[in-house]
């Protein structure tokens, strides 16, 4: 069973920096792209980066420079550094995982549970 779960959310003010890490778990192969949504009450829920096996990354304009997702292969860990936060940052942020695992022949993709970040004004 494959086990994709978010931390390091947390409240924290306008200006401040908070890190999110996302670790996969189970019976894993390989682990291909990764990416960090967000949904805030009453949006949609809107892609704000991700990267690729090979490490090549994606950001939002509105996260760019602020931003930073990195991986750890070994640790099958994904990292977001979130810096300058602003109000408008408030979301509950999804790791969205590509997951190779001995259960299925093609990849498959996992949802975390989400952590909650709250940035106050």
């Known amino acids: 069973q494959v086990h994709v779960v978010e931390s390091g959310g947390g409240l924290v003010q306008a200006g401040g920096s908070l890190r999110l890490s996302c670790v996969a778990s189970g019976s894993i192969i390989s682990i291909n792209d990764i990416t960090w949504y967000r949904q805030a009450p009453g949006k949609q829920r809107e892609l704000v980066t991700s990267?690729?096996?090979?490490?090549?990354?994606t950001y939002a304009d509105s996260v760019k420079g602020r931003f930073t997702i990195s991986r750890d292969n070994v640790k099958k860990t994904v990292y977001l550094q979130m810096n300058s936060l602003k109000f408008e940052d408030t979301a509950v942020y999804y790791c969205y995982v590509n997951i190779r695992t001995q259960y299925f022949t093609g990849p498959r993709d996992y949802w975390g549970q989400g952590t909650q970040v709250t940035v106050s004004s």
């Open positions: 990267i690729t096996r090979g490490g090549s990354t």
